[in-house]
Nanobody, 126 residues
């Protein structure tokens, strides 16, 4: 049974930091794209960051470049999202997602992902 468990959300002041975690089980971790998506109130789900577990290559949405960092602990089947300099516009439910790597690499398109975590809420106040 494939399961992704994401955690680490919370409420912080603007400029603060949080680190989200996503741990996978029930599948082969190696060779997967592990991504973070988010959905704010009244907004569509959008990609935040993605990492290829087999090689460590990463990609970010322009809105978070320079502030967020995605990384992994391969031995723990865990992916992290370090979020610094948080802004109120970062307020959203954050979801971990996974899929096998495509022939063109890892993408940040929600409908391309099959396996999802339950979501963890991030709230940033002014």
């Amino acid at each position: 049974q494939v399961r992704l468990v994401d955690s680490g959300g919370g409420s912080v002041q603007a400029g603060g930091s949080l680190r989200l975690s996503c741990t996978g089980s029930g599948y082969t971790y190696s060779g997967y794209c592990m991504a973070w998506f988010r959905q704010g109130p009244g907004k569509e789900r959008e990609g935040v960051a993605v990492i290829y577990t087999g090689g460590g290559s990463v990609d970010y949405d322009d809105a978070v470049k320079g502030r967020f960092t995605i990384s992994q602990d391969y031995a723990k089947n865990t992916v992290y999202l370090q979020m610094n300099s948080l802004k109120p516009e970062d307020t959203a439910m954050y979801y971990c997602a996974a899929r096998t790597r495509t022939s063109v690499g890892c993408v940040l398109t929600p409908y391309e992902y099959t396996y999802w975590g339950q979501g963890t809420q991030v709230t940033v106040s002014s």
